[in-house]
């Protein structure tokens, strides 16, 4: 069998991570030599590491150099878009997520349902063959694999904060660490210049959603803590939020905590209820079977632009805070799991989902496909120098900048150039070796093949490395 290699870049470990470790598992089992980690970690190797197969998290427009630096050292290009479950259609439809030249370098665009991927192929027929209708791991990892996996940790959470409601808040358009303006503008930024004008309408209007819903939310939280003292309340910050204003009323309020550690998917288990507005958690919730409570205040109209469809068609809605406490006051005093209704039907469009084999599968047949002959070995693979330095260079500016007095002399470019290298890092924390044994061990036992047949290990710093150890099967 020839050699296959499988490259999993991760820029927000902790969202990613889970759903990845199962489609490493799966592919590992089937003969390939995979390497997930950190995305800044493994683009730094590029060009030096065996010529595989590299799943990247999307191909927009702003992204064509990194895709271009990945296509001229002969690896193939597979996009699964991590933002592609509760985007608007419009988006696939725009230059938003891609664009004809990062398209030109892509092998294959691989879709979580029968929405995201007809409104590609109407939006770009002359692309329509590269698109792939595959359902995500993640998905699958929701709904087969994530108890397991996380039973400890849930325990851990209920020991720690007994009763609780979740809050994975999803305000980061409005509470960026880069700055109020940077989310949306970031948005503006991956478009491109080809942004047509009803997207540009519909960035502004999400923004400004979330800048009023923010505000009311943030107000509200405290009166929900007083008025359910013998309940917890667990803040998990969205990756891009600062996270002091949660900390204030962390501060403020008892039963008020704020937490940024491993996955969301084991928080959402052990809680009685999510609270969300507008997040992806709110499907992972759904298919989790935990209630999904999302409070929506009323805003002006022309506001409307921005609705999404499925968070609202899984969750339990309130448009005031005496129908929202009502909400949480059931969640809390029943066992009860109270579902939506008509939610699976709006789901299934927007997640493929097929009895006769699994995404990670299917996943796995299309980069068998297009997997190109290796003429690089392992043996040679390095950091790039220019990247050696860049980072040094990235390392002194963010230790200048927790100095006062270096702080005071830097010029701004700078020192937002060392706050965007803080941000970085951050995304990249998580990388859970034991994670991602845990979800191994469970896939090698869900398919009966022989315990410890699927080998992990750290790689370099920031990557793991799966392998079959073929003398077992």
């Not at 609270?275 to 935990?290: A, C, I, M, N, W």
């Not at 040094?392 to 060392?418: D, I, K, T, W």
């Amino acid at each position: 069998m020839r050699d296959k290699f499988l490259y999993i870049p991760m820029e927000l470990v902790v969202r990613e991570l889970d759903g990845k470790a199962l489609l490493a598992a799966v592919c590992a089992s089937r003969g390939w030599n995979v390497f997930v980690g950190q995305k800044r970690a493994l683009m730094a190797r590029c060009k030096s590491l065996p010529q595989g197969v590299f799943l990247v998290k999307s191909a927009t427009p702003n992204e064509f150099n990194q895709l271009k630096l990945i296509f001229d050292a002969g690896h193939r290009i597979c996009v699964l878009d991590e933002e592609g479950l509760v985007d608007q259609v419009s988006s696939f439809e725009s230059q938003l997520r891609y664009n004809s030249d990062t398209l030109s370098i892509v092998d294959k665009m691989l879709f979580w349902g029968e929405m995201q991927c007809n409104a590609f192929s109407k939006a770009l027929p002359e692309f329509e063959s590269k698109a792939v209708l595959t359902g995500s791991p993640r998905s699958d990892f929701w709904v087969d694999y994530a108890r397991a996996v996380y039973g400890k940790a849930i325990k851990d959470h209920q020991r720690d904060f007994g009763d609780y409601i979740f809050v994975p808040s999803s305000f980061g358009g409005a509470a960026h660490r880069m700055g109020t303006e940077y989310g949306v503008g970031l948005t503006f930024e991956m478009a491109g210049k080809g942004i047509s004008s009803h997207m540009t309408r519909l960035l502004q209007a999400q923004g400004e959603l979330l800048r009023i819903t923010f505000n009311e939310y943030y107000q509200f939280l405290p009166e929900l803590a007083q008025q359910f003292p013998e309940t917890s309340f667990v803040v998990r910050p969205h990756p891009s939020e600062t996270h002091e204003m949660w900390k204030r009323l962390e501060q403020a309020h008892a039963n008020i905590h704020v937490v940024y550690n491993g996955s969301v998917t084991s928080w959402i288990l052990g809680s009685r209820a999510m609270l969300h507005f507008r997040s992806t958690t709110s499907v992972e919730g759904y298919l989790l079977g935990v209630p999904v409570l999302t409070y929506e205040p009323r805003v002006p109209e022309y506001l409307d632009i921005a609705d999404l469809e499925l968070p609202a068609a899984v969750s339990l809605r309130a448009e005031n805070r005496r129908e929202f406490t009502t909400l949480v006051l059931e969640a809390i005093s029943t066992q009860e799991y109270r579902k939506k209704e008509g939610a699976d039907e709006v789901l299934k469009p927007w997640i493929y989902s097929d009895c006769n084999g699994s995404a990670s599968t299917r996943i796995e047949k299309v980069f068998s496909a297009i997997a190109p002959e290796p003429t690089r070995g392992l043996e040679g693979c390095k950091i790039e120098f220019k990247e050696r330095i860049k980072r040094f260079l990235n390392g002194m500016l963010l230790l200048m900048n927790e100095h006062q007095v270096f702080r005071r002399v830097m010029p701004m470019s700078l020192r937002y150039r060392a706050i965007a290298e803080d941000y970085g890092r951050h995304k990249e924390m998580g990388l859970d070796i034991s994670l991602v044994n845990r979800t191994v061990d469970e896939y090698v036992a869900g398919e009966g093949l022989p315990k410890g047949c699927v080998k992990t290990e750290l790689f370099c710093e920031g990557v793991l490395r799966l392998e079959c150890d073929e003398r077992l099967l």
